[in-house]
C-alpha cells in the first residue's frame, strides 16, 4: 500500500509539473503576439535610458560645428577683400594727394599732349612737339576733362583716376577670365597695386603720367582679358 503511495505523489508532481510548463509557454506566446503587454514602467524606464545615452545638445554642437567651418572658409576672403580695399584706398590717396607734391617736369606731359589735342581739335598737333606720339593714351580721358576745367591740376588727377579704374577693372577681370578665384584675382590685383606704390619711381611711371611703357602693360591686360575670355581657358 505504501508504494501505491508513492506512485501516486510521484504522478501529482508530473501533472503539475506539465501544467507549468504549459502555462509558461502560453505566456510566452502571448508576449510574443502582444496580447500580454510589459508593465508600464518598462517603457519609460528604456526612454530614460536612451535620453541618459543621447546628449541633449547634441544638435546645437553640430550647428556650432557647422558654423564654426562656414567662419574659417570666410575669414581668409575677408582678409584679402581687406587687404584689396587697402591697396586700392592707398592707390587713391596717392594720386589725388601724394602725387601733387611730387609732380614734376616729366610728369606734365600726358596732359600736355592732352590739351594740345584739345586747342588744335585733332588728334595729332603738328605745331606741338612730341617726346613721342600717343594717340590712345590717358590724354584721351583728358581732353573733356580739360574743356571743363582748363589745364589745371584737378584735370590731370581726374584723368590718372580714369586710368586706375581702367587698369583695375580689367586686371580683375584679365585674372577671372584665367579662371583664377575671385579670392586669388584680389590678391594678385592687391599686390600690383602695392608694387606700384613700392617706389617714387614706380609712382611716377603709374599714377604720376602715363607713356608707352605704362600703357603697354593696360593694353597687355585689356588683351590678356580677351584672349583668355575668348578661348575660355
Given at each position: 500500500m505504501g508504494k501505491n503511495q508513492n506512485d501516486k505523489n510521484t504522478?501529482?508532481?508530473?501533472?503539475?509539473?506539465?501544467?507549468?510548463?504549459?502555462?509558461n509557454a502560453e505566456t510566452a506566446e502571448s508576449i510574443l503576439t502582444g496580447e500580454n503587454e510589459l508593465p508600464?514602467?518598462?517603457?519609460?524606464?528604456?526612454?530614460?535610458?536612451?535620453?541618459?545615452?543621447i546628449p541633449e545638445n547634441a544638435p546645437a554642437e553640430n550647428?556650432?560645428?557647422?558654423?564654426?567651418?562656414?567662419?574659417?572658409?570666410?575669414?581668409?576672403l575677408f582678409i584679402v577683400i581687406f587687404a584689396f580695399l587697402l591697396s586700392v584706398a592707398a592707390t587713391i590717396n596717392y594720386i589725388t594727394n601724394g602725387a601733387k607734391s611730387e609732380f614734376h617736369a616729366d610728369c606734365t606731359d600726358?596732359?600736355?599732349?592732352?590739351n594740345a589735342s584739345y586747342e588744335s581739335g585733332h588728334v595729332y598737333d603738328p605745331d606741338f612737339v612730341y617726346a613721342c606720339f600717343l594717340p590712345f593714351g590717358v590724354n584721351i580721358f583728358m581732353q573733356p576733362l580739360i574743356s571743363m576745367f582748363g589745364l589745371t591740376m584737378k584735370a590731370h588727377v581726374m584723368g590718372m583716376m580714369c586710368f586706375f579704374i581702367?587698369?583695375?577693372?580689367?586686371?580683375?577681370?584679365?585674372?577671372?577670365?584665367?579662371?583664377?578665384?575671385?579670392?586669388?584675382?584680389?590678391?594678385?590685383?592687391?599686390?600690383?597695386?602695392a608694387l606700384t606704390l613700392s617706389s617714387g619711381k614706380l609712382r611716377e611711371i603709374f599714377w604720376g603720367h602715363t607713356i608707352y611703357y605704362t600703357l603697354g602693360i593696360l593694353f597687355l591686360v585689356i588683351g590678356g582679358f580677351l584672349f583668355f575670355h575668348i578661348v575660355k581657358v
Open positions: 504522478n501529482n508532481i508530473q501533472t503539475e509539473t506539465v501544467k507549468d510548463g504549459i502555462e508600464d514602467n518598462s517603457g519609460a524606464e528604456a526612454a530614460e535610458g536612451a535620453a541618459s545615452v550647428v556650432k560645428k557647422v558654423n564654426r567651418k562656414k567662419i574659417a572658409k570666410l575669414i581668409p600726358t596732359i600736355m599732349w592732352a581702367v587698369l583695375t577693372t580689367f586686371m580683375i577681370l584679365m585674372f577671372r577670365a584665367m579662371k583664377v578665384s575671385l579670392k586669388g584675382s584680389l590678391l594678385c590685383t592687391a599686390t600690383f597695386l
